[in-house]
């Protein structure tokens, strides 16, 4: 008898202790790119009032990592062991295998993200909600339109019944 094919979705925590004003002026004058990604972080912390600011999806042998650079792709192994502050992973039975190839690997803007989060889901962005849900969907989990935070998409697997394993080793 075969078995449905497994997907794993990944939750990124932001850092414990966020950083102050001072040191954040001082990393956006050395490195603005690093800058935009640390006032992404706390945004998106502050918004959905969750420490969860991050989700990639696997099938096993590799792990797309859609992000502000533009999405990439690990190999399951090594990200399951040096990917930074992950904490969270589900393992989803699914109806279909995941299809993860062929993502587009272009930079990503932010702000049609905060415009979805602001319409409960109502309006296109691509970020690594919409690219993890809507692998999600192709593969026969019917993820809602309104899941539009990591922390909405961590509840409603929870809610599910998917099987949660805890990664976070400090």
């Known amino acids: 008898m075969e078995s449905n094919p497994v997907g794993w979705v990944f939750f990124c925590t932001a850092r414990k202790k966020r950083i102050g004003f001072r040191r954040w002026l001082r990393i956006a004058l050395a490195c603005p790119t690093t800058a935009y990604r640390a006032f992404l972080v706390a ?6 009032r969750s420490p969860l600011v991050h989700v990639c999806i696997g099938d096993g042998s590799v ?11 690990w190999a399951a192994i090594p990200f399951a062991m040096k990917y930074p502050r992950l904490a969270w992973c589900f393992e989803i039975r699914l109806p279909y295998p995941l299809d993860l190839e062929g993502a587009d690997t272009a930079p990503k803007a ?24 809507d692998a999600l969907r192709a593969a026969g989990e019917p993820v809602p339109q309104s899941v539009v935070t990591p922390q909405d998409l961590f509840d409603w697997l929870r809610s599910r019944g998917h099987h949660l394993i805890d990664m976070d080793d400090s």
Do not use: F, K, M
């Open 43 to 48: 945004l998106i912390q502050t918004l959905s």
């Open 63 to 73: 792990v797309l990592d859609p992000n502000l650079l533009g999405n990439r792709y």
């Open 110 to 133: 932010a702000w049609p993200s905060l415009l979805r989060w602001l319409t409960r889901g109502h309006t296109e962005a691509d970020d690594c909600v919409t690219t993890t849900a």
